[in-house]
């Protein structure tokens, strides 16, 4: 019983984080467009709203109402894993400064963030949210929604980065700057941004 209310508190933790999140996005945004930035497109932001929410609800529904167990091993690994995710999104978050938000902004003419771990990925803030979605629920044993809603980020997130991938391309020097650094996975291959990439 005492596992499962420290991951409450765990999911209680991220929950103030996402919120904290919320407002320092909306500063950014105000300063985006005070220099002169653009939003582009409603890029699923509603749909990513209800995804995060379902998915603090499942997984705590998931625990408690299935009474998963908790298995040391795989709480030590989920953990770790989601810690991982969490310094992946800070990280990302401390190189992009003012031009990191939850809607999909450019300033035109402004050259993309080449600083920190866009160094060597060009969107480490989402493998952050790829490895918080898929193993936060695992610290107590909640796999189902582990894997739903693994499946339902990954639909949304080909549908953003295909969306933000594009707004970059038309407005900044994104194709030229990223071509040869892969998505997620360090150092393994690559795959040249279009200007209409998959």
Do not use: C
């Not at 105000?30 to 699923?44: F, M, P, T």
């Amino acid at each position: 019983m005492l596992t499962k209310y420290i991951f409450m508190v765990i999911v209680l933790a991220v929950i103030v984080q996402r919120l904290l999140e919320v407002r320092h996005s909306d500063r950014h945004k105000a300063e985006i467009l005070k220099r002169g930035g653009q939003e582009h497109g409603d890029n699923l932001l509603g749909a990513v709203k209800v995804l995060q929410v379902s998915w603090w609800i499942a997984m705590i529904a998931e625990v408690w109402y299935f009474d998963r167990p908790f298995v040391p091993a795989l709480a030590a690994i989920a953990l770790t894993a989601t810690i991982a995710g969490q310094v992946l999104r800070y990280l990302s978050m401390q190189a992009l400064e003012w031009r990191w938000t939850l809607p999909i902004m450019t300033v035109p003419g402004m050259p993309v963030a080449e600083s920190g771990l866009y160094r060597y990925l060009r969107h480490p803030n989402w493998l952050g949210v790829i490895l918080e979605i898929a193993f936060l629920p695992l610290i107590h044993s909640a796999y189902v929604t582990a894997i739903a809603f693994s499946l339902a980020n990954a639909w949304l997130m080909s549908k953003r980065i295909q969306t933000e991938e594009q707004a970059l391309s038309e407005n900044s020097n994104y194709t030229a700057a990223f071509a040869n650094k892969p998505r997620f996975i360090p150092f393994i291959g690559s795959r040249k941004v279009a200007n209409n990439p998959q």
